[in-house]
């Protein structure tokens, strides 16, 4: 049987830690999306060098563990002389690895927009603007979409593996208190109920968006 008792005592702990997490979560997602866009956009229209660039920093995010993107951060870095805090090497490894899944979501979007569309704005008049704004932009974010919120959860439970670099978050408040007092079942019962209640909602929230997008864009 569970220890409700402690299970209730201890409950501050692991709000203060979801919140933190969700803090940290937030700031890698947006820098990631930030770096999704910039780089699709200099991957589609094949800018030369960048291009290359962007291509190796894809791989390199998307083939290494951000578990040794956070120990490269946090105990590598000071080799070098170059100090961060816990919290910016939590959010730098985010946003690295994140970007990289963005990127690719964001270039399946755009080159889903097939030329013979783009010619036939072009034909009709429209300008090279108005292309982007009535044909490019809505069918490359509707096929964006779904790889975006599929990545947006991926990357919140990825900071499962934040308490490597001393950082505070629910998985860090689970074991600090198994290592106190040995109450494996009631923390990890509190883990997954943390976890849930922060991803269920959020899953919901962008199965709709997907939904309304996808109506939006083909009315179904």
Known sequence: MLDWSFIIENTPMYIKAAIFTLKIASIGIIYSVLIGLIASVILYFKIPVLRQLITGYVELSRNTPLLIQLFFLYFGLPKLGIMISSELCGIIGLSFLGGGYMTEAFRSGLESVGKNLVESGLSIGLSNMQ????????????????????????????????????????????????????????????????????????????HFVERRVRYAEYGN
Do not use: H
Request: proline content about 5%; some cysteine.
């Open 131 to 206: 292309v982007a704004k009535y044909i490019i932009i809505p069918k490359a974010i509707s096929v964006s979409i779904p790889p975006l919120c599929a990545n947006i959860i991926f990357l919140i439970k990825e900071t499962s593996v934040f308490g490597v670099v001393a950082l505070e978050d629910l998985v860090f408040v689970a074991k600090d208190l198994i290592g106190l007092y040995y109450k494996t079942d009631e923390a990890l019962f509190m883990l997954v109920v943390s976890y849930l209640i922060i991803l269920l909602p959020l899953t919901t929230i962008l």
